[in-house]
Each structure stands twice: as structure tokens, then as C-alpha cells.
């Protein structure tokens, strides 16, 4: 059974880089044909896609998040990292991530338990 285990600071000053790994076990993160999402729920807000990375390495943004945000990964450790560049108060949010057969996880995909992200001087 994967679990996917999402870990970084809580709390993260305007303008800075926030930075979050993802630790998967039970699964590799090399099997085809998973990617390897990270996605967002602000306060009161629904789910938001931010981008994957492929059981190749193959990476996929979204385009309204993609000048900020890079997403990679550590085969030998297996996990894969997000970081978002020039944060703001309005990248408050709680933080997943999550595997899918798509390029684009949804609500429907597992994911982990998540972890809350503050954006505040």
C-alpha cells in the first residue's frame, strides 16, 4: 500500500521560496506510469492543480502557476519536492500530494494528509 507523506515548514515570510518534499513509500516513484502531483486547497477554496513530475522525470505546471513553481525528485530516496518562488498570502493553503495515472491529480487521486502552509510576515 503507497503512502505519501508531505513535510516543509509551516510557515513561510512574503516574497521568500516555499519548499515541500514528498515522501512516498510502499511505491517507487520510477513505476510506470504514475506522475506525481502537488496540489493546494486554499481557505474556503476548492482544489488546485500546481504541477507533476512522471515516473520518467518528465515535469508538467500549471500555467498559472509555472513562472513559480519547479518540481523535482530524489530516485534514491523517493521523493519528490516543490518549490514555489515570491509567495504571498494568497499561497496560504493546505498542501498535497498526491499520485494519479494523469497528468492532472484530482480530488479523486490518493494523496496524503496534507500540510498547512502560512504565508505571513
Known amino acids: 500500500q503507497v503512502q505519501l507523506q508531505e513535510s516543509g515548514p509551516g510557515l513561510v515570510k512574503p516574497s521568500q521560496t516555499l519548499s515541500l518534499t514528498c515522501t512516498v513509500s510502499?511505491?517507487?516513484?520510477?513505476?510506470?506510469?504514475?506522475?506525481w502531483s502537488w496540489i493546494r486547497q486554499p481557505p474556503g477554496k476548492g482544489l488546485e492543480w500546481m504541477g507533476a513530475i512522471a515516473y520518467s522525470g518528465n515535469t508538467y505546471y500549471s500555467p498559472s502557476l509555472k513562472s513559480r513553481t519547479s518540481i523535482s525528485r530524489d530516485t534514491s530516496k523517493n521523493q519528490f519536492t516543490l518549490q514555489l518562488s515570491s509567495v504571498t498570502p494568497e499561497d496560504t493553503a493546505v498542501y498535497y500530494c498526491?499520485?494519479?495515472?494523469?497528468?492532472?491529480?484530482?480530488?479523486?487521486?490518493?494523496r496524503g494528509q496534507g500540510t498547512q502552509v502560512t504565508v505571513s510576515s
Open positions: 498526491a499520485r494519479s495515472l494523469r497528468i492532472v491529480a484530482t480530488e479523486s487521486d490518493y
Open positions: 510502499g511505491g517507487s516513484i520510477t513505476t510506470k506510469y504514475y506522475y
